[in-house]
């Protein structure tokens, strides 16, 4: 069996009830109490209010006398928070509310108007950018066009074994005119077209696709005109340097023997080095391979003419004279046929890039 604790007293069981009751301690203010103790304080404040006003007096016995109503009234009446209230304050409130509603109207109107604005001014600057593109496409293919009968010009210099040095000498303005203008023409076709925002129509610009495909095609093609001509160039050019050495004797002393050793071995290393130089180029193929075939020949040949020249075998010696001689003519015919035909296939090139450039100028959108 277990003993139980002992029960805490219940509020209202501590015994607090009787000492009240018998006045021993205060009794706890209710509610009612503290209403009533704070109404005493605002009368007492009221009444020292309307003493300080001069609105009232206080006797001997405590009691308050009125010495002037209105006053008095005015300083004891009770005050609440609405006691200052007056309508035109909400109106105020209403008037300062008034012009913000202007603003979100006007904003609203502005952003409209923009939006209108920008749906009728955004294609027409696509259509201006488009019609720019294309005047400029057009005026550069005119130029390009242009350039086209200088270069037949050059081709046929550089074709013709009459051919002057100061004639060839023309042939490479003509030739780095047409790769600037071919340069110019690709560099415009793989430009990025101008972006546009989103759901604005780009149609005007997406016209010029086509020609700017074509405009690739035809600055591909007068680079590779350009660059046949200038390996012609240096065939035509480079060649005639080969072996390039006086008239060889069958017969010399030991000092002229001496001072060929020295020539002959620095031709040798030239033409060894120009030969090297050669571009490749189907057309020149055969060109180029007999030109090193001479070169390395070229080594032993050297030193069994100076030997023949030593033994005095004049026949010997005019023998290789005649081998070399018969080398270099060679090579001469060759690159000569080599460049009649680099002439004719760069020309009819040059006619049917013409006749291209004109066709991509008409289809040029307007």
């Given at each position: ?106 904003l609203t109107l502005f952003i409209v108007l923009a939006v ?187 030193l069994e003419y100076l030997e023949a020249l030593r033994a ?55």
């Amino acid at each position: 069996m277990t003993t139980e604790g002992p029960r805490p007293d219940l509020p209202g069981n501590d015994g607090r009830w009787f000492l009240e009751l018998t006045g021993t301690v205060d009794s706890e203010p209710t509610s009612t109490s503290s209403f009533a103790t704070l109404e005493n304080l605002d009368l007492q404040a009221g009444v020292a209010a309307a003493v300080a006003a001069g609105a009232a007096d206080v006797d001997e016995t405590g009691e308050m006398e009125i010495t002037d109503a209105a006053d008095a009234t005015a300083v004891l009446a009770p005050s609440g928070p609405l006691d200052d209230w007056e309508p035109d304050s909400l109106s105020r409130t209403l008037l300062r509310r008034r012009p913000f509603r202007w603003t979100v109207v006007g904003l609203t109107l502005f952003i409209v108007l923009a939006v209108v604005a920008a749906i009728l001014w955004l294609p027409r600057a696509v259509e201006n950018q488009a019609t720019t593109l294309a005047t400029s496409y057009r005026s550069a293919l005119t130029d390009y066009r242009n350039t086209l009968p200088k270069t037949q010009g050059a081709v046929i210099v550089l074709a013709d074994p009459e051919s002057t040095d100061g004639e060839i000498a023309g042939v490479i303005p003509a030739t780095a005119d047409l790769q600037g203008h071919a340069n110019a023409i690709s560099a415009m076709a793989i430009e990025p077209l101008p972006a546009t925002l989103p759901l604005v129509p780009r149609e005007p610009l997406e016209a010029l696709e086509p020609t700017r495909s074509n405009m690739l095609v035809l600055g591909g093609t007068g680079e590779d005109i350009a660059a046949r001509m200038g390996r012609g160039y240096i065939y035509r050019t480079t060649l005639p340097e080969l072996f390039s050495m006086p008239n060889l004797a069958v017969e010399a002393d030991t000092s002229t023997i001496n001072q060929l050793s020295v020539d002959l071995a620095t031709i040798l290393a030239d033409t060894s080095s120009l030969t090297s130089d050669l571009p490749e180029d189907p057309l020149f193929a055969s060109v180029k391979a007999a030109a090193s075939e001479a070169a390395e020949r070229f080594a032993d040949w050297q030193l069994e003419y100076l030997e023949a020249l030593r033994a005095g075998d004049s026949d010997a010696a005019a023998a290789l004279s005649s081998e070399l001689a018969d080398a270099r003519d060679t090579i001469e015919r060759a690159n000569a046929v080599a460049l009649v035909t680099l002439g004719e296939e760069v020309n009819a090139e040059i006619v049917l890039l013409a006749g291209d450039i004109e066709a991509t100028i008409a289809s040029v959108p307007k």
